[in-house]
């Protein structure tokens, strides 16, 4: 641990600061401690925290926050020194995981968020002098927070006693502070720390074990807090605030899969959360069409699509029911329900394919060996939207194609959509539908090769597909156009060793159900034909809406890479490898 003579130093300081001593020789303790142990001596310092009065350090802290808020004329004062010495000691055990996560540092949590309150300048006071006193210690205190909550005991805690934090959130929108950006950063990492540790625990645990109900609701007031904020916020005054928090809320959705929002919603309604962050997300993206000159609009309205799309990808039957109303919405918001979510995506998916349409095409003699050309990869990136439109709308659809089951259900009338509504966002979708069916032609054209469209952009292939696979399961007018996507997506499951491959096809196997279901083919009987490699249905071809699909060489290959059924071609390579 140390040399006789610190030994002997350390062992007064430990009796200084334990419970037997007075306040006094515990504070000298405390001044002690940074000039007999260096600040990476975590056997020391596990010593002296051993030996410490965690009360002690507690008292220290309200006091420091009571002589913080007594202090409103002395802008001179770098911050309250007793609680720039309780904050620096608890950083001092904070940076080490294995001492910020014993009971001493982590029952500090609730006084340290108090202390992060300090930021905030005051309702009734025009002088912000103790704001500027306490920020630094403020920002300071944040910090430690942020070190403790990297340890999973702390998060555990967090979501055990929500509204430490939640207070701090509420205060925020309150008072609306200058300095949110810290503020809100600080929020930024807590809450996905808190998504983190939650999909983890889905992840390690049974099922019947996570999430605890406390720590779901735990996370869902947390959440909900900065989501109500989000909504609430119209003001020029808050606005600022108001954007800050797009990214706080996506980053508190980002590490959440659809498991856990089930599971996170059954433990404690998310219904006023999701919608409190749809109308705060309606009412940033339709910003831009009041005031379409202001460069800055468009940047957040990305960032608002973001967060909707995260929205949607976790609770779409939340998002879409007209029966879902935010603390912000109008009277018109709360008719039209998701539906302003779904046109500004699909009008937005539309303008992304535009831009990246009318670039040339790639000289060809610039293509790489992997099939990439530079100029396209450049053309894609102005695309990055189009999966986050695409996955808003096949989300829809998946909805949508629920919802005739829930008319006929008397606890399901609340939240039943209009009819003539769903129809015409359909409409909708199918623009956007058609026009990705002429992107995936083009590009496959331009790159001459749909495995390295595959390689150039995955998530934008897979978002595509699962839109268009969803279309094309529910009207056949666009199979035609889209025969030539067959081929691509059939080399894309069989050439693809990785996600993607399962993931496509379990995206056009309702297409493929579909379309032998309008031709009267029993897909049974199909999927034997397939494996005996002998076709012999017959598509009858009498219905309007039957597909031009069934009969055809790419259906047919497309639909064993979908059943898992080898290829002549396949088969006989594998002849081929056994005898060698």
């Known amino acids: 641990m140390a040399s006789d003579g610190r030994s002997q130093q350390l062992e007064k300081c430990a009796r200084l600061l334990s419970s037997k001593s007075t306040d006094d020789e515990k504070l000298a303790g405390l001044l002690l401690v940074p000039r007999i142990v260096d600040a990476q001596d975590v056997e020391s310092l596990d010593y002296i925290l051993s030996a410490m009065d965690g009360r002690f350090i507690e008292r220290l802290l309200r006091t420091g926050m009571k002589q913080a808020t007594e202090q409103t004329n002395s802008p001179a004062i770098a911050g309250p020194p007793m609680l720039d010495i309780a904050v620096s000691v608890v950083d001092v055990f904070a940076s080490h995981g294995a001492l910020a996560q014993r009971p001493q540092i982590i029952d500090r949590m609730v006084s340290l968020c108090s202390v992060v309150f300090l930021a905030l300048p005051h309702i ?51 008072r609306s502070p200058p300095n949110s950006l810290e503020i809100t950063q600080f929020l930024d990492y807590a809450l996905s720390r808190c998504s983190q540790w939650l999909h983890l625990q889905q992840k390690q645990k049974p099922k019947q074990h996570w999430p605890s109900t406390q720590s779901a609701a735990g996370w869902v007031e947390l959440v909900s807090s900065v989501a109500c904020l989000f909504a609430q916020a119209q003001t020029e005054r808050e606005l600022k605030l108001k954007l800050d928090l797009v990214p706080v809320l ?71 029911s007209p029966a879902t109303s935010g603390a912000g919405d109008t009277e018109a918001q709360k008719a039209s329900g998701g539906s302003l979510i779904l046109r500004l995506a699909c009008v937005e998916g539309q303008t992304t394919i535009d831009s990246m349409m009318i670039r040339a095409p790639p000289d060809q003699s610039s293509i790489q060996l992997s099939g990439v050309v530079a100029t396209d990869a450049e053309r894609l990136r102005l695309g990055w939207k189009l999966p986050l439109c695409a996955e808003i709308a096949a989300s829809w659809l998946e909805w949508a194609d629920k919802w005739p089951d829930t008319q006929d259900d008397p606890a399901a009338e609340a939240s039943s959509a209009d009819e003539a509504a769903v129809y015409s966002m359909m409409g909708d979708v199918k623009k956007l539908a058609e026009s990705a069916v002429v992107f995936l032609r083009d590009w496959n054209e331009r790159v001459r090769g749909h495995q390295a469209m595959l390689a150039a952009s995955p998530a934008l292939v897979a978002s595509t597909i699962r839109l268009l696979g969803r279309w094309l399961a529910t009207d056949t007018k666009l199979h035609t156009q889209a025969l030539p996507v067959l081929a691509m997506c059939a080399g894309w499951i069989v050439q693809s060793a990785n996600q993607y491959g399962q993931a496509l096809s379990d995206y056009m196997l309702p297409s493929v159900s579909f379309a032998l279901e309008t031709c009267e083919v029993d897909e049974a009987q199909y999927v034997d034909d397939l494996k005996t490699h002998r076709l012999r249905h017959k598509a009858k071809k009498t219905h309007d809406f039957a597909s031009p699909w069934v009969g055809t060489i790419e259906f047919d290959d497309l639909a064993r890479a979908v059943y898992g059924i080898p290829s002549d071609e396949e088969m006989l390579r594998q002849r081929q490898t056994h005898k060698q």
């Open 124 to 174: 009734d006071s025009s002088d912000s002098n103790s704001s500027v006193s306490s920020s630094s210690v403020s920002s300071d205190a944040a910090q430690v927070l942020c070190k403790l909550l990297a340890t999973d005991q702390a998060v555990e805690r967090l979501l055990a006693q929500p509204g430490m934090l939640a207070g701090v959130i509420q205060s925020v929108g309150r």
């Open 250 to 320: 996506a980053s508190a959705l980002a590490p959440l899969d659809s498991t856990d929002a089930v599971a996170i919603d059954d433990s404690a309604s998310c219904a006023p959360m999701v919608a409190d962050i749809r109308s705060g997300c309606v009412w940033i993206m339709t910003v831009r069409q009041r005031a379409p000159e202001s460069e800055s609009n468009g940047d957040y309205f990305d960032q608002a699509l973001v967060l909707a799309s995260h929205v949607v990808r976790l609770w779409p039957h939340l998002v879409f």
